[in-house]
């Protein structure tokens, strides 16, 4: 199995702050990555695809980059919204597997 | 709009079985895989297992192999997870989610999950 290790599981950040969370594979997935956000209580919400890919409706403050094996998903200014937790997850085998999650939270 | 809603969650003591249901909406359900994920509380996303959109591939995370069933009907646009002999470490709340393809990986492609459920918790507890 792949597995995904995200960095870090926790960040404290201000509204309009720049936000990188990294996302690292334990073998290459080319750019079959995607990136989904979480609020607490709620189900995940795909914001990216295919590593760089912006889901339709999805701000276009986020973006991702990477291939191969290391990923990131940025966040250009953080606005209230934005806190929440995220998750990498690979599709590129099954079966599919997430990062164990990062938690951005207000600092 | 797409519309993803599950059903069935419950307390179950271990050992027994529980059968979850996600009904589809908003698209063509016959069309696309569907996949389990689950979150036990406080933790992170573990995928349970796929079904390809015609019912006839499905696979399971090792952690369910034997216990868990997927299963669909088309003409229902429903989505089931039979769950057997659970443990107290099944305790999550679990999610349907639809796949972006078919829900097999053909020819080296896999897809990713573009609409999820609100989810169904189930408590595994004596």
């Known amino acids: 199995d792949i597995q995904m290790t995200q960095s870090p599981s926790t960040l404290s950040a201000s509204v309009g702050d720049r936000v990188t969370i990294t996302c690292r594979a334990s073998?290459?997935?080319?750019?079959?990555l995607a990136w989904y956000q979480q609020k607490p209580g709620k189900a995940p919400k795909l914001l990216i695809y295919?590593?760089?890919s912006l889901e339709s409706g999805v701000p276009s403050r986020f973006s991702g980059s990477g291939s191969g094996t290391e990923f990131t998903l940025t966040i250009s200014s953080l606005q209230p919204d934005d806190f929440a937790t995220y998750y990498c997850?690979?599709?590129?085998?099954?079966?599919?597997?997430f990062g164990q999650g990062t938690k951005v939270e207000i600092k | 709009q797409v519309q993803l809603v599950e059903s069935g969650g419950g307390v179950v003591q271990p050992g027994r079985s529980l059968r979850l249901s996600c009904a589809a909406s908003?698209?063509?359900?016959?069309?696309?895989?569907m996949h389990w994920v689950r979150q036990a509380p406080g933790k992170g996303l573990e995928w349970v297992a796929v079904i390809s959109y015609d019912g006839s591939n499905k696979y399971y995370a090792d952690s369910v192999k034997g216990r868990f069933t997927i299963s669909r009907d088309n003409s229902k646009n429903t989505l089931y997870l039979q769950m057997n002999s659970l443990r107290a470490e099944d305790t999550a709340v679990y999610y349907c989610a639809k796949d972006k393809g078919v829900g097999y990986c053909t020819g080296g492609v896999c897809y990713y999950f573009d609409y999820w459920g609100q989810g169904t918790l189930v408590t595994v507890s004596s």
């Open positions: 997850q690979q599709y590129n085998s099954c079966p599919w597997t």
């Open positions: 073998q290459s997935i080319s750019s079959w």
């Open positions: 908003g698209f063509t359900f016959s069309s696309y895989g």
């Open positions: 295919k590593a760089s």
